[in-house]
Structure formats: C-alpha cells, structure tokens
C-alpha cells in the first residue's frame, strides 16, 4: 500500500511541478464555465424581473393608428423582444451598427387593412443565421395573431350579421366590425383556463426553464475532468517511452502495484479537480449541486473510474506522444460533446439520444443532471453510477490486457 | 528563397506525416462538426430541436374540450414532436416523469369544458362567464428535460388559445347579433356554439397578419448549425495548429538541429523565415482540407470562393503571427506548449467556438476581437449569408493587421534571443 501510495504521489508531484498544469487543471474550466453558462443563459433562464435583458427591435410604425399602437403595445408585453421606436432611416442604422435582433416596419394602410378583414403584411428583417431571429420572429407573429384572431371574429361577426340583415352603409359596417373586434379583443383577455407547471418535490429547480449555469458546471467539468483522467494515455506512454516503467520493475515492486499507483495518482488528480470544481461552481457561479452529498460523490466517483480506465486503455492504444496527446484531446473533447457536457441532449433527435447511450459521458451527464436538478439521492443515480462502473471495468480490463511496460 | 521553401516544405510534410497532429488538425475538428451537425438534425432535413417528445395526459374531464385536447395531442400533425401516452391516475403520470421516462404529465381538470363554455352560455346565460377565474391545467415538468417541457407548455396553451378563440368567437358573433337587436336571443344563443366552432377552425387555420421577412433572413430563417460550426471548429483548431508550428522553432533549438542548420550556409533569417512559411502552410493546408472535406461531405456552405479564398489567407496569417508570437516569448518548448494550448482554447471560448457567437453578451464580443477567431466567424458568417469581398474587407484588413502586429512583435523578441 505504501508503494502504491509513493508512486502516485510522485506522479502528482510531477504533473505540478509544471506550473503550466494549474491552467488546464483549473483555469481554463473556470474561463469556460463563466463564459459558457453565459452564452447559455438566453437559452435557459427566464428573463430577470429586475432587468430588462429582451433583446431591443427597433419598431417604425409608418401606419400611425389605433391598431398598430395595439399592435406595439402587445409586442411590449413579450417576455423575448422589447419594442424601441424609431424612423425609417434611424431603425436602420441603429439595427446595422448595433447588430440587433430585427428591425419592424409597421407599414402604412396596415391598420385599415385589418380592420377591412384584409390581410396585412409586417416587414420583418433579420441577420441571417443568427440564434436570436427565431424567437424574434415567433414574438412578432404570436402578437400579430392576437390583433388577426380579434379581427377574424369581428370579420365573421359581419359575416352573420349580413345574412340576417344587410347593412345600411358601409359607415355601418365598419361600425359594427369595429365594435366587435373591441368586444373580440376583451374576451380574449381572459382565457378559459392557463397552464401551472408543478414538479417534484425533490426538483432543484430555480426558473420554470433552469439554469444555465448548472448545464455549464456540470458540462464543463465532465469536459476538463475527461482531459485530465484521458491524460493518463500520455502519463503511460511517457513512461514507456522514457523506460521508467521498465526500471521501476527492476525494483522489488509487482506489475500491479506500479500499475495500481500510477491509474490511482491520477484519478486522485481527477476527484480533487472534481472537488475543486464543485466548490467554485458553488461559492462563485451559485450552482446547486443538489441535495445528496452523497449521491453526488458516487456519481463523480463512478465517472472517474470510467474515465481514468478509458485513460489507461487508450495508454496502451497511442504509440508516441504526439498519438497520446491527440487522442486524449480529441476523445475528450469528442465524448463531451456527445454525451451532453457541450448542450442538453433533449434538444438532439431521438436516434442520437439512443446512439450516445454507448458512450460513458452520457451517463455521466444524466446521473449528474439527475443529482443536481432532480435533486434525487443516492438509490435515484445507482443505474447511472452501476453503468458507469461497468465502464470503467471493461476498459480497464482491456486496458491491463493489452498493457505492455516496454 | 529556395532555402525558405525547402524548410517550409520539410515542416508541412512533418506535420502531416505526424498521426497525432493529424488527428488534432484535421480529424477532431471534422469530428466535432460532424456531431454537432448530427447532434442539431443538420442531416435529416430536420431542424435544431426537440423531437420525439415523450409525454403523459390525463384527462379529467367528461366534455368536449378534454376530449378534444387529447384528440389534438395524438393528431398526425404532432407525432414526430410528441409520443403520447394516456393514463387514467394522476400518480401514475407523475411517477412516469420522476423516472425521466416522460417529459411532462398534462393533468386537465374534470371542470375544464365548464370553464370554457360554462353551464348556461349555450342557451344564452353568460352568467357563468362574470367574474370566471380560469381553470388549471397542471403539467407536471421533468426537471432535467426543460426544453421538452417548455414545449409540451407551448401546445397546451396553443390549445387553450384556440379554445378561448372559439368561445369568443360564439360569445362576440350572439352578443352583437342579440345586442343590435337582429334576431331573437333564444334563437341566436342556440346557434352560438355551432358559430363559435366554425370560426375557432378558421380562426386557428387563418392569420391575417403576415410577418414577411424583408432582406438579410430571406430563406435563412433557422440557424444553420452546420454552416457555423465547421467554420468555428476549423478555426479553433487552426489555432492549435499554428502554436504548435511556432514551438517547433523552440524543438529544433532543443534538439540542437537549429544550430547545426546555422553552421550551413543558410541565415538566422532564412530559417526563421522558412519555419514561419512552414507554420502558415501547414494552417492553410489544413484549412483548405476542412474546407472541402466539410463542402464535399457534408454539404456546408462556406460562401463564394473568392472571398472565401481571401479571408482564409488572411486568418492563416494572423493565426500564424499569434504562434510565432508565443514561440518568441516562451522559454521552453512545455511552456510555449501550455501557452498555446490554453490561449488557443481562452481565444475560442471568448470569441464564440463553442457557444454561438450572437449569444454571448457584448463585452465578451468586443473583447475577443482581439483574436483571429472572432474575426474569422464574423467573416465567415458573413460569406455563407451571401456576402461579398467587399462585406469581408474589415476582417481581411483587422486580419493583416493583427498579422504584421503580431509578426513586429515577434521578431524584436527573437532578435533579442540572438543577440544573447
């Protein structure tokens, strides 16, 4: 034990004494997890109450009437998109040099069109290819449908009107349109029902879509942990390389115990960079890492097995370094993105989600989302962390199989 | 200049001889591409988002508007979005979604038909409708999937918009023709809820308002993933690339092979200048490998190839000077290692490799135009949206001149070096 003990921690010493070690080991996942959990959040979190983080669109309304007012006033109450009024040219140097979101012309006649029961055009332009168009977009048509509907009504409350009796006027019947689209609009106001969203008692839940920042955390440290615990490849094969395995055993020491110490001081790397991470995520990002203290360290346990085995197989897989080094950067960073650290799987089609059960990142991400968002114990995460362990068994199996010290 | 060439020449062969830098050069960020466009539906045709949307409804209510929600989930027009299972007992649905093996329970209450047209309203008696506080339609949301259950949400209250369309379509077509006295109330109240259907359909199928998009998003209005991201990650990795080119003039020095090159007669000059030609071929070799791999293959459309053409020249360049930069002023080949490696990934985060660029706040924007990477996919999306030389100018030209700043920079610490 005490030898095991000595060669990993020699290991350890090593991998510090490069200075160079701290950044990937804990600067960098900080750097992505702040600006990750960032880029995210429009996707994730609800707005602010206290600030008004909707993206500005600014509205010329050429059409100047009581429907478009009614028209900017709704869009006013969209939770995506804040209207900011402007004229022509100035909308479209403010949309040009600020690179916002949209640019709304109200055109003129659009109001009197309406109220005709005509059909009237909004003139939307966007970026092209930008996340930000899409939910713009649906704003301005959920709000154009609430004015369509009322307008539709009223339209088929003429309709039937005139069946009964046709009208004195045309004055007549703008009037009665007119006031059954003001009836129109009231009724709507107040919908027959509306949705609650409950959920588990156990959810860890802060706004009705999450939180960025726990998808960032734990994403992130599933991602830099994989690099570090991969890492082992490029430990091994320096080893090899270097002839440092072979003159280990030269010493009164067994295969297994050089072996044991060298897989253990790098998954002790692993769980204190785990450690670390949690800690920060917590006290800095304000991640809740759920309610089971335990259930967490079981599920960061498992997930470092598997990967510091996978470490250990790829080790005997790369021939030099510069193998070692692109693999374990490309697996990682492969497999992270697979398996959810990079974006929530449930966005992914279906056949993807099935493919991606293959691989050990997605049960790590779903055992973590499971603690941190479900708020679930440790019976709640057992299948995810027994998978996990099975991982870890069969690489390392493959691992030790294919092993060779020179 | 043959000199130059041939070192050049001798580095872009090495790199590509290497597996291991092949691997980060060209098959991860292929790799990366390849997932994201798999992991967004970029090759079904299909866009990014939520598909196969397992969810549980029970329905409480005996009326028509139960009947008809559930009718609406299970219609054709929503298989590839949800599976619907429906189950009688509230704790059973419950029980599905805490296992994750539904996205959320929608529980409608026994008195949902009731509130939409209360006891009465058919017959005239709007009663029921003075001072109705909606019902509560509960949806039980899975904590861990909150895209699917934002959008199990959205159908609801779609449904629910339809519903209160109806009612008030019955409600406004009665109560004028009652109000303006054209017909008997009894008569007309009968007939309201036989209106109100027929104008809730047309109401549902019909908007008179069109949002008609005006230039820019023409034809683009869903995010083009892959068009993003084989840039983004091409370039990320580039940038991997280019550090590693500018340490080998560190490995070379270790390795003694850059002083016995010197007692050749060849200048300090030529073999800086042929490892600095090696670095930028290499990127750009790599670039252009992207480039085609990702247009024949997957169908990515970088834009016109002209400008295309020009602005990956420039972001090589640039790319190139930020490498020479890191190997001038690292002491060792594992410093100049690190150093790259984590500005490479610190450049890539900051600019938009990883998260979409549009969302990142606009300090962060601003900021990172300090790096080849922000510059390189404003120009790129900029290409792909249909954009000319002339819409790339200003990245071409930040380009270069990061290049020669980077350059500049470069050589006054490698002077140094020599003169030591």
């Known amino acids: 034990m005490r030898k095991i003990l000595a060669i990993a921690w020699n290991d350890i010493v090593i991998e510090f004494s490069d200075r160079a070690t701290l950044i990937f080991f804990l600067v960098l996942p900080v750097i992505f997890t702040a600006v990750v959990g960032v880029g995210l959040r429009s996707a994730y979190t609800a707005p602010d109450p206290n600030a008004d983080n909707r993206y500005p669109v600014p509205v010329v309304d050429e059409d100047r009437s009581a429907l478009s007012a009614q028209f900017v006033e709704l869009l006013s109450n969209s939770a995506v998109m804040r209207p900011v009024a402007y004229e022509r040219e100035e909308a479209a140097r403010v949309y040009e040099e600020d690179n916002l979101a949209g640019l709304l012309v109200i055109p003129s006649g659009f109001g009197e069109r309406l109220l005709a029961g005509e059909a009237a055009d909004l003139a939307l332009r966007q970026p092209s290819n930008d996340t930000r168009a899409l939910a713009v977009g649906e704003a301005i048509s959920a709000a154009g449908s609430r004015l369509s509907t009322a307008a539709l009504i009223a339209q088929s409350s003429v309709a039937e009107a005139e069946r009964l009796r046709p009208f004195a006027d045309a004055a007549a019947r703008a009037a009665y349109f007119q006031q059954g689209y003001q009836m129109a609009l009231e009724f709507l106001e107040q919908p027959p029902a509306t949705v609650e969203v409950t959920r588990s008692a156990q959810a860890q839940v802060v706004t009705d879509l999450g939180s960025s920042m726990d998808q960032a955390s734990a994403g992130q440290l599933v991602t830099w942990v994989l690099i570090t615990l991969v890492g082992a490849a490029e430990l091994f094969v320096n080893e090899r390389l270097g002839g440092t395995l072979r003159r280990l055993l030269v010493t009164p020491t067994r295969k297994a115990t050089v072996l044991t110490g060298k897989i253990g001081g790098r998954l002790a790397m692993g769980l204190v960079q785990m450690l670390l991470l949690v800690v920060i995520g917590a006290t800095v990002f304000g991640v809740n890492w759920g309610r089971s203290v335990p259930a967490l360290a079981i599920m960061l346990l498992a997930f470092g097995l598997a990967a510091v085995a996978l470490g250990t197989l790829v080790g005997t897989i790369a021939k030099t370094r510069g193998q070692a080094s692109g693999l374990t950067t490309m697996i990682s960073m492969v497999g992270a993105a697979l398996g959810g650290a990079w974006w929530p799987l449930e966005i992914t089609p279906p056949a993807y989600q099935t493919a991606v059960k293959a691989l050990p990142t997605t049960w790590a991400m779903t055992g973590l989302k499971d603690v941190i968002v479900a708020g679930q114990g440790v019976s709640g995460i057992l299948p995810e962390a027994g998978i996990l362990l099975g991982f870890a068994a069969l690489f390392l199996a493959l691992g030790i199989w294919r092993f060779r010290y020179e | 200049m043959r000199k130059i060439l041939n070192i050049a020449w001798k580095d872009l062969i090495s790199a590509f001889r290497e597996p291991g830098v092949v691997i980060m050069m060209l098959v991860t960020p292929f790799a990366l591409t390849l997932v994201m466009g798999f992991a967004f539906g970029a090759f079904g045709g299909g866009n990014a988002g939520p598909a196969g949307i397992p969810m549980t409804i029970v329905n409480h209510d005996a009326g028509e508007f139960g009947q008809r929600l559930v009718r609406m989930l299970e219609a054709d027009g929503l298989a590839d979005l949800l599976v619907v299972t429906v189950l009688s007992d509230d704790a059973a649905a419950r029980a599905a979604v805490d296992a994750d093996q539904s996205a959320a329970a929608v529980i409608v209450p026994a008195d949902f038909s009731e509130a939409v047209v209360p006891a009465g309203l058919s017959q005239g008696d709007t009663s029921g409708l003075q001072g109705a506080q909606p019902v509560t339609i509960e949806l039980y949301a899975n904590p861990t999937r909150p895209v699917s259950a934002g959008v199990v949400r959205t159908v609801a209250e779609r449904f629910i918009d339809v519903a209160s369309a109806q009612r008030s379509a019955g409600l406004v077509v009665v109560g004028q023709i009652v109000g303006n006295r054209l017909a008997d109330p009894q008569a007309m109240a009968q007939q309201g809820a036989a209106i109100g259907h027929r104008v809730g ?53 270790d390795l003694g092979t850059l002083p016995r090159m010197l007692t050749t007669p060849t200048g300090a000059a030529q073999v800086l200048g042929g490892k600095v030609l090696g670095t930028y071929l290499t990127g750009l070799a790599q670039m252009i490998i992207l480039f085609v791999a990702s247009t024949l293959l997957l169908g990515v459309h970088w834009g016109a190839p002209a400008p295309v053409a020009a602005l990956l020249l420039s972001l090589v360049a640039a790319g190139t000077g930020w490498g020479m930069l890191i190997a001038a002023y690292s002491k060792t080949t594992g410093q100049a290692n690190a150093v790259g490696t984590a500005l490479s990934l610190t450049f890539g985060a900051l600019a938009g490799n990883f998260v979409v660029r549009d969302l990142l706040p606009d300090v962060l924007k601003k900021a990172s135009l300090i790096t080849p990477n922000a510059w390189g996919l404003d120009g790129f999306k900029a290409l792909a949206a249909g954009g000319t030389l002339a819409d790339v100018a200003l990245p071409i030209a930040a380009l270069w001149g990061m290049a020669a700043i980077t350059f500049a920079l470069a050589v006054v610490a490698f002077r140094r070096q020599a003169a030591q």
């Open chain 2, 201 to 253: 359909d047309q109401v549902a199928s019909t908007s008179l308002v069109r949002v008609v998009g005006e230039s820019d998003a023409a034809g683009q209005s869903n995010f083009d993933w892959l068009g993003y991201m084989a840039p983004s990650m091409a370039i990320l990795f580039l940038m991997f690339t280019v550090s590693a080119g500018g340490r080998t003039i560190l490995l070379e020095r």
